[in-house]
Every structure is written in structure tokens, then in C-alpha cells.
């Protein structure tokens, strides 16, 4: 079974700065894809990045950034230059890939991120 | 953009009663989800449903829970005599396959049981 951990509840950034948020996984799959999904108060889930596990480059979406440690299953997101707007809690998701995966996600317990003006 | 809408957004129901949660998916995507949220805590899966059958089901997505495609656009679930633990937000997802396409989120439905 997957599992996906996040072992930090809560940060705080200041704004413009810089916040690295973890997450590990564990799992036996070889194939596999890893997302960082947010969500503001609104409760509205919003995909802000995804890794293919076969990728060594790490993925960067603008100011978000993973750093991608496949053999430690490690799975960190990196928001540079903090944006109010950026307050909202943070979730890591795992989901496997292959002809008979069904494509659901498995998510951490989430970090709440606040950024402070 | 397209996007995934739920109704109701907010769901009040007394215990052991029958609640319906309705999502109309984005129009051509194929693969539809819902999962659960219970206030404050982790995202959870609950079922899977592709070619008008379910693909997969969680422990938590007991014989009370059902999921339907009555019309082609809607995409239903149905909870019957429910429980106080019931009590979550509820997040339907659809995406044009499984991978690597992204799944697109609802805005969710609160659903509390008195």
C-alpha cells in the first residue's frame, strides 16, 4: 500500500521570502507520478505541480519548485518570493501509473502555510 | 475553462436519512472521482468510476455509498441512512484519462449530519 506523509502541520513565511514545504512517500511502484495540490479557503483543490517519478529534472512552475529525491522517496515543494496569496493548505499526492491503475490520488495529511505581510 | 461544478454546496441532513451529491464532471472527460474530507483533515478517496462502472472503491465507500452516470453528464453519489461521521466535504474529480492527465477538482459540498 502507498502511503504519503507530511510531517510538517503548519508553517509560516514572510512575504517574499522563501518556504520549502516536505513530504514523503513510501511505496513499491516503480511508476509512478507525485502532485502538490493546494488549497486556499475556499476549499477548492488546485493542481500547482506534478513530477513524473521516471524524471530525474525536477519540475518548476514559476515560483514553485520540487526537489525530487527518488531513492530517499522524497517529494519537497519550493515556493520562492511568498505571495499573500500563497496562504492556503498544501497537500502532496501520489498516484500510480500503468495500464490497470485507476488514477487515484493518495494525499498527506496537508500543511497549512501562512504568509505574513 | 471548463470546470467541474457541484450542487449542492452545502448539504444538512438528519441521521439515517438518504443524501444525493450531484457533479456535473467537465464534458469530455471519462474518468470521474469523488473524494472526502473531514474538517481539517487529510483528502481521502472514495471511489473510481470509468465505462459507467466503478473502477475502484475505498474501505471507507461501505454498502451505504453508491455512485451513478444517470444522464451522460451527471455524476452522483448517493449515501443512505447516514451517519454522524458522515459529516465532510466532499470533492467530486474528473479527468480525460488516468495518466498523466490531471484531475480537476469541484468546489466541493459540505455535508453535515445532525
Known amino acids: 500500500a502507498q502511503t504519503v506523509t507530511q510531517s510538517q502541520p503548519e508553517m509560516s513565511v514572510q512575504e517574499a521570502e522563501t518556504v520549502t514545504l516536505s513530504c514523503t512517500y513510501d511505496?513499491?511502484?516503480?511508476?509512478?507520478?507525485l502532485f502538490w495540490y493546494k488549497q486556499p479557503p475556499s476549499r477548492q483543490m488546485i493542481l500547482v505541480i506534478r513530477?513524473?517519478?521516471?524524471?530525474?529534472q525536477n519540475a518548476t512552475e514559476n515560483r514553485f519548485s520540487v526537489n525530487f529525491q527518488k531513492a530517499a522517496k522524497s517529494f519537497s515543494l519550493k515556493i520562492s518570493d511568498s505571495q499573500l496569496g500563497d496562504t492556503a493548505m498544501y497537500f502532496c499526492?501520489?498516484?500510480?501509473?500503468?495500464?490497470?491503475?485507476?488514477?487515484?490520488?493518495?494525499f498527506g495529511q496537508g500543511t497549512t502555510l501562512q504568509v505574513k505581510p | 475553462e471548463p470546470e467541474v461544478t457541484q450542487t449542492p454546496s452545502h448539504q444538512v441532513t438528519q441521521m439515517g436519512q438518504e443524501v444525493i451529491l450531484r457533479c456535473v464532471p467537465i464534458?469530455?472527460?471519462?474518468?470521474f472521482y469523488w473524494y472526502r474530507q473531514i474538517l481539517g483533515q487529510k483528502v481521502e478517496f472514495l471511489v473510481s468510476?470509468?465505462?459507467?462502472?466503478?473502477?475502484?472503491k475505498s474501505e471507507i465507500f461501505d454498502d451505504r455509498f453508491s455512485v451513478e452516470r444517470p444522464d451522460g453528464s451527471n455524476f452522483t453519489l448517493k449515501i443512505r441512512s447516514t451517519k454522524l461521521e458522515d459529516s465532510a466535504m466532499y470533492f467530486c474529480?474528473?479527468?480525460?484519462?488516468?495518466?498523466?492527465?490531471?484531475?480537476?477538482f469541484g468546489p466541493g459540498t459540505r455535508l453535515t449530519v445532525l
Open positions: 474529480a474528473s479527468s480525460a484519462g488516468t495518466t498523466p492527465n490531471e484531475q480537476f
Open positions: 511505496t513499491s511502484e516503480s511508476n509512478y507520478y
Open positions: 513530477q513524473e517519478a521516471y524524471k530525474q
Open positions: 499526492a501520489f498516484r500510480v501509473t500503468g495500464y490497470s491503475n485507476t488514477g487515484k490520488l493518495i
Open positions: 464534458s469530455n472527460h471519462l474518468y
Open positions: 468510476f470509468y465505462n459507467n462502472e466503478i473502477s475502484e
